[in-house]
């Protein structure tokens, strides 16, 4: 090969080595901001409480709150931080730096009512073991050495202290400081081996600011949740499910704004309709200027099948509380107050996507508007919106009028407030006549277009089931009578609030965001 | 030698954090992170683009030992010997001096000491390298 074709190939090769090694390195180095919950491996597997703490400054976590708490305010998160541990009468460099590892737990295996007791210990990933246990010393010694299954604790002023590899484990009593030990030494399992554990951790915690989980089974199941009686009523009650089956929370800061979700793999039951990953197909006719906006689906499904389970109870519910019968009496009865057969047949309706939007024009609770949308079978619909309103024409005033292009039909109820309704593109809307007129007439990008709005979505972990979305800086400023100047730095940096509950890979869960602007 | 010493001194510490920080030692591999971590948050178009020319930069360290690496033992004709090698000195006293100007003159981190070494070394072969011209 010619000499300037092989340097030529060389240079090539050269390259393409530094492309292959510096993006080994960017994503390698990206990956390490996870945070393992390595305090975990150390807990009994039948703790009833678990609450993990990220103590790891550097992580993504930490770095996107103290760059939200700049946008709340916060001159300097970082050193406002040191500063409060100098105050406190630590030095961060040798009192708490040592502590910092990663992660840091706290947990409590079960709660004995017989005897007013709790066993548990405090597990903290440290950078530097040896020294964070001279720091116990410091404060809680002398030290008087133990030895259990050749590892080495320390009793000490009310507790006990044991450093495991990386890990130091403070407990108050010495049969916690023994059980993790056993843990360790691998003659009991872990909180980290338990399926229901690592599937909620999995689903949850890839990043957190904090995290807690909780086995109630674990936790009160001796003396409570074993009780016939009280676990015959959570039967009843339909909540032995979520009750029972261990559920987990977490806490977690992104670029944009903070994130929480609580997770349990409980079965969702007969809301499972309304809990599916989706799409809202509404949030197009809503106005940019909602501040609140609700949507869920499947309403009628999920009716049905809460009749279905649950209607003798509920019939017996009515007969004790009411002069009805049963809760199809009741319906009958409020459906002859509308001039249709039940009321039923209007829950019946929404068997599609179910919205409610909320704006108030001018920043005060008192211009407040708010409409319904539905998916819905327009002709039934219709049918029965016609029933209703042409029930005593004399009171109702119906009256049909054309709003860019398509009937609105206004009446007034029975305490003569006019409400209107409308059909736009398939589904109905429903509200006051200038708050359809408004849908109807819109022409602007819709909310679904807002950035506020698509921003708080982005930031969802989850796919979208039930949910209720706040223009926060619209509704704070409602508190103070629209007026932004008296709102705090804290209040105007806040943006966008979603909650929201989905059943996604098999886990229920609500999750939330709070968006934070500049 | 250069190169194995500038990748050694990469994955090795080279400055702890300041603040409350303080007990993190920082490594070229975690700074890379750090920064990357730090491009996640919406940032403007000149901070963002500070960020990944400090993150290009930290990585050329390892880019530059690499080649140091695969080029020392029979390539050093081509270009990239020279190149990587300087790019290591100059990453070497650019990386002291900001450690001596935060801590004064005292024993530097490992990493930082590795990556001295491999840019000195660099430096005492070049000056000592034979003279091929006639």
């Known amino acids: ?518 | 030698m250069v190169g194995p010493l500038a990748i050694a001194g990469f994955f090795l510490p080279w400055a702890n954090g300041p603040g409350p920080f303080a007990a993190t030692e920082f490594t070229g591999f975690t700074l890379v992170g750090l920064a990357g971590r730090l491009q996640a948050l919406n940032l403007s178009v000149a901070e963002g683009g500070f960020l990944w020319a400090i993150r290009l930069a930290i990585l050329g360290v390892a880019v530059a030992g690499v080649w140091q690496v695969l080029l020392a033992p029979r390539h050093r004709a081509h270009l990239g010997y020279p190149l990587s090698g300087w790019y290591l000195a100059a990453a070497g006293v650019l990386c002291v001096g900001i450690g001596m100007m935060r801590s004064g003159l005292a024993v530097p981190p490992s990493g930082l000491a590795c990556l001295m070494g491999a840019s000195l070394s660099f430096v005492v072969a070049w000056v000592a390298r034979p003279d091929t011209s006639g």
């Open chain 1, 1 to 518: 090969m010619p000499k300037r074709t092989f340097g030529f190939a060389f240079t090539g090769i050269l390259v393409a080595v530094a492309t292959v090694v510096g993006g080994a390195i960017l994503f390698t180095s990206g990956k390490a901001s996870e945070v393992n919950l390595t305090t975990a491996s150390l807990v009994p597997a039948d703790a009833g409480i678990y609450f993990a703490l990220n103590t790891d400054l550097t992580s993504s976590q930490w770095v996107s709150t103290f760059r939200l708490a700049e946008r709340l305010g916060a001159d300097d998160p970082e050193d406002e931080l040191k500063n409060g541990a100098d105050d406190a009468g630590f030095d961060w460099e040798d009192d708490v730096a040592p502590f910092l590892g990663g992660n840091a737990a706290v947990y409590i295996q079960g709660i004995s009512i017989s005897d007013v007791s709790a066993q548990g210990a405090v597990i903290i990933r440290c950078n530097d073991p040896k020294k964070a246990l001279e720091v116990i010393e410091d404060n809680m010694g002398p030290f008087d050495d133990e030895d259990y299954k050749g590892v080495e604790y320390h009793a000490m002023f009310q507790g006990f202290v044991v450093v495991i590899g990386k890990h130091l484990v403070i407990a108050f009593d010495e049969e916690s400081v023994k059980s993790v030990i056993d843990v360790s030494k691998g003659d009991a399992k872990s909180l980290s081996s338990v399926s229901d554990f690592q599937k909620l951790r999995d689903e949850l915690t890839g990043n957190f600011l904090g995290f807690v989980y909780v086995s109630a089974q674990n936790l009160i199941g001796d003396f409570f949740l074993d009780d016939p009686v009280v676990k015959a009523a959570l039967t009843e009650a339909g909540a032995a499910d979520l009750i029972f089956q261990p559920a987990a929370w977490v806490i977690g800061a992104k670029s944009d704004g903070f994130e929480f979700q609580a997770a349990s793999v409980g079965k969702s039951g007969v809301i499972s309709p309304m809990l599916a990953p989706r799409q809202s197909k509404l949030v197009k006719y809503v106005p940019a200027d909602a501040a609140i906006f609700f949507s869920t689906v499947d309403i009628a499904e999920t009716w049905t099948r809460v009749m279905s389970e649950a209607r003798p109870e509920i019939d017996r519910a009515i007969r004790e509380q009411s002069e009805f019968d049963s809760l199809d009496e009741a319906l009958r009865d409020a459906g002859r107050e509308l001039n249709i057969e039940s009321l039923e047949d209007v829950i019946k309706l929404l068997e599609g996507e179910t919205t409610v939007a909320a704006w108030f024009p001018d920043g005060t609770q008192e211009s407040g508007e708010g409409v319904l949308i539905a998916e819905v079978d327009q002709q039934k619909a219709s049918d029965l919106l016609k029933a209703i309103t042409t029930k005593r024409p004399s009171v109702s005033r119906p009256r049909t009028e054309k709003v860019n292009g398509l009937d609105m039909t206004v009446f007034r109820d029975d305490s003569g407030d006019e409400a209107a309704y409308a059909f736009l593109e398939g589904n109905l809307v429903f509200g006051t006549p200038s708050s359809v007129t408004r849908v109807l007439k819109n022409n602007e990008p819709p909310l679904g277009a807002l950035k506020k709005y698509q921003q708080t979505v982005e930031q969802m972990p989850t796919g979208l089931g039930t949910y209720a979305w706040l223009n926060l800086s619209k509704v704070l400023r409602l508190a103070e009578g629209g007026i932004p100047a008296d709102l705090s730095a804290a209040e105007r940096a806040l943006s966008g609030f979603i909650i929201n509950g989905v059943n996604e890979r098999g886990v229920v869960r609500l999750s939330g965001i709070i968006t934070i602007q500049d």
